[in-house]
């Protein structure tokens, strides 16, 4: 398949300035519970009622925004254990008009959240190039090498492994040296882009 649009979308003029570390962008304020979160769902003795009372509890004393609590309440419907899929599409929905309500400076963030959550239930439903599609919206909104990483992702589900070798090879060349260090340090994590290890610097 020829990706030369995928390509331009992610390559063309880049600012910079405007990247940032991994895919979520949590104010400094919120990181501390989303992270108390995030480790409690990765737990082997998760719950689900559990680590929904969790972002409740965090969202009612104030110290997560409603656009976090309905992340946190996202992954936690996403969750191998729990699969909730109808319950995930209906967060996003709820998360997206959220989102507008609230505009401002972080809207495109939020929306960029909204962009790979909605990736990431295409992507795990089978439907790779829907996913593909959500993933580089998700970018094109918040360029962050998290949201490369789903990309390049989604190619390799689609079986474009030379394809995605070949957009890393133009993001080594054509993006700042910060992201491109970021989506290594994925890269050799993440099993979704274990294909691509043999292309990280030695």
């Given at each position: 398949?020829?990706?030369?649009?995928?390509?331009?979308?992610?390559?063309?003029?880049?600012?910079?300035?405007?990247?940032?570390?991994?895919?979520?962008?949590?104010?400094?304020?919120?990181?501390?519970?989303?992270?108390?979160?995030?480790?409690?769902?990765?737990?082997?003795?998760?719950?689900?009622?559990?680590?929904?009372?969790?972002?409740?509890?965090?969202?009612?004393?104030?110290?997560?925004?409603?656009?976090m609590y309905l992340s946190a309440l996202?992954?936690?419907?996403?969750?191998?254990?729990?699969?909730?899929?109808?319950?995930?599409?209906?967060?996003?929905?709820?998360?997206?008009?959220?989102?507008?309500?609230?505009?401002?400076?972080?809207?495109?963030?939020?929306?960029?959240?909204?962009?790979?959550?909605?990736?990431?239930?295409?992507?795990?439903?089978?439907?790779?190039?829907?996913?593909?599609?959500?993933?580089?919206?998700?970018?094109?909104?918040?360029?962050?090498?998290?949201?490369?990483?789903?990309?390049?992702?989604?190619?390799?589900?689609?079986?474009?492994?030379?394809?995605?070798?070949?957009?890393?090879?133009?993001?080594?060349?054509?993006?700042?040296?910060?992201?491109?260090?970021?989506?290594?340090?994925?890269?050799?994590?993440?099993?979704?882009?274990?294909?691509?290890?043999?292309?990280?610097?030695?």
């Open positions: 398949m020829n990706y030369e649009a995928l390509y331009d979308r992610i390559l063309r003029r880049v600012d910079n300035g405007a990247y940032l570390a991994y895919a979520d962008a949590v104010p400094a304020a919120q990181q501390a519970p989303m992270a108390e979160l995030g480790a409690y769902i990765q737990s082997p003795g998760f719950s689900p009622d559990t680590a929904r009372e969790l972002a409740r509890r965090f969202h009612a004393d104030g110290r997560i925004d409603r656009i996202h992954v936690i419907a996403m969750s191998p254990s729990v699969k909730d899929y109808t319950e995930a599409a209906r967060l996003i929905a709820e998360k997206e008009l959220e989102a507008m309500s609230l505009g401002g400076p972080q809207l495109q963030v939020n929306l960029a959240s909204v962009d790979r959550h909605r990736g990431a239930l295409a992507f795990l439903n089978g439907n790779y190039d829907v996913a593909l599609d959500y993933f580089s919206r998700a970018f094109e909104r918040q360029r962050s090498a998290g949201n490369l990483g789903n990309v390049l992702a989604a190619l390799i589900r689609l079986g474009d492994v030379a394809d995605a070798r070949d957009l890393l090879s133009r993001i080594r060349t054509g993006l700042p040296d910060t992201i491109v260090q970021a989506l290594d340090d994925m890269i050799r994590i993440d099993p979704d882009l274990a294909l691509l290890r043999t292309e990280l610097p030695r």
